[in-house]
């Protein structure tokens, strides 16, 4: 479709993908409504843009992928992904290093460690803050406290932010440390008790309330790693 008001940002990937394997492609723009639900309506099909190939329809931009082999069949497709926390420990990680390269002159600090924790905690809570109301919802599936007390999963969210910013400032550890330690307790008891004791195969409401990354061992250890910066940050305190 390449209307006036609107270009169709499939037709563009399709097209791209097309030429990047090698196809002279023959663009067919569809520039009216009109002239769009005909074609749909000619080709049997609800969607645009649709690929033909040696006059063999393949289909949209996600057929076209799996024609070429870079996604599985649909029907071996997962709705399940570790992306959105790989992306996000990754980038927390990179700049907990960057951090304490421009402190310290090296990148390979304790204080890299304690950024890396607080920073994902504070990323994790922007994805959270995004839609309050969905990740509550997601995340009465299996916390045991917001079940008794449905509010906990919207105060939650602010919570994690504030615990996360306030270590990474490394101020008021009196406020800091209690917040994360009995957040990061009571998520890694739920997550525990529903993964690995109710045996239930949910998604972890850790990245949003729209997330697809299955609750396990991952969930687990954001917990525990909150856990642990709670224990620790008041030791150090009292060490330093």
Request: with cysteine.
């Amino acid at each position: 479709m390449v209307m006036p008001d609107h270009i169709c940002p499939f037709g563009l990937k399709s097209k791209d993908l097309l030429e990047r394997q090698g196809f002279k492609v023959d663009d067919h723009h569809l520039t009216t409504r009109q002239e769009t639900d005909a074609f749909m309506a000619k080709h049997g099909v609800s969607t645009t843009p649709q690929t033909f190939i040696d006059g063999q329809r393949v289909g949209g931009y996600d057929d076209l992928r799996v024609h070429f082999g870079i996604d599985p069949p649909k029907e071996e497709q997962s709705d399940t992904t570790y992306q959105p926390v790989v992306a996000i420990f990754s980038v927390a990680f990179l700049l907990a290093l960057g951090l304490s390269w421009h402190q310290y002159g090296t990148p390979l600090t304790l204080r890299a460690a304690e950024w890396f924790v607080s920073l994902s905690m504070t990323i994790l809570a922007i994805q959270k803050l995004q839609d309050v109301e969905s990740f509550s919802t997601m995340f009465l599936n299996y916390d045991l406290l917001a079940r008794r007390w449905v509010r906990y999963g919207k105060i939650y969210p602010f919570g994690e932010a504030l615990a996360g910013i306030l270590m990474t400032a490394g101020a008021l550890v009196w406020i800091s440390a209690p917040v994360a330690l009995f957040i990061g307790t009571v998520g890694a008891v739920s997550i525990f008790k529903a993964v690995y004791i109710d045996k239930r195969e949910l998604k972890c409401a850790c990245v949003g309330g729209s997330s697809s990354v299955p609750l396990g061992f991952v969930s687990l250890t954001e917990s525990l790693m909150m856990m642990l910066m709670g224990i620790w940050m008041p030791l150090k305190a009292l060490m330093f």
